[in-house]
């Protein structure tokens, strides 16, 4: 593997917030809501970005737009409670996403596929050490964060990547 490959990894949204009982309810009836009912299902991607809104929107495009992965590794990485680390893609159902969490997530099985010079951005809150300390545990000095997220809410976090996306303007690693 060659160094200065870059994944990007996304916090989870809220599954247990208000916008998730919206896709939970048994009387639900959307059509996200109904395609996780379905054999089909749906992909973390659309059901992250329908619970969390702008900020997990914003973080899907700014993390497609410039992730830079070695070739056995999907460039974006979304910490999924209950599955680890998963591609946006990865398709979940109705059962899989009240099971959502009860298995921890692994970041030792992404670090071993990594070279040492290859970058990990986290592109989720760094106001706690909820994701950065076991990150940082395993990923080290590879893990990087975004300047321009220091003291930014999710909303202008989620807007300042769409923005950035858009313009094809990378933000600020720390």
């Known amino acids: 593997m060659s160094p200065g490959h870059q ?8 599954c247990a917030g208000k916008r998730a009982g919206f896709l939970l309810r048994k009387d639900a009836r959307s059509a996200l809501a109904q395609r996780l009912r379905s054999r089909d ?16 929107r914003g973080k899907l495009a700014y993390a497609s737009a410039f992730a830079k992965p070695p070739l056995d590794c999907a460039g974006v990485q ?20 009240r099971a959502i969490a009860r298995i921890p997530v692994d970041p030792a099985r992404l670090a071993e596929r990594l070279h040492p010079t290859d970058a990990v951005v986290l592109l989720g809150s760094i106001a706690t050490a ?8 395993v990923l080290g000095p590879r893990l990087r964060v975004p300047r321009e997220f220091i003291g930014r809410g999710d909303m202008s976090r989620g807007a300042l990547m769409l923005r950035c996306a858009a313009l094809g303007r990378e933000l600020t690693y720390i």
């Open 7 to 14: 994944i990007f990894l996304l916090s989870p949204a809220n």
């Open 130 to 137: 909820k994701y950065l300390e076991p990150l940082k545990q």
């Open 78 to 97: 979304v910490i999924v409670p209950g599955r680890g680390l998963c591609p946006p893609r990865t398709v979940v159902d109705l059962a899989g996403l």
């Open 41 to 56: 299902g749906a992909t973390i991607g659309e059901v992250f970005t329908f619970m969390s809104g702008l900020y997990f």
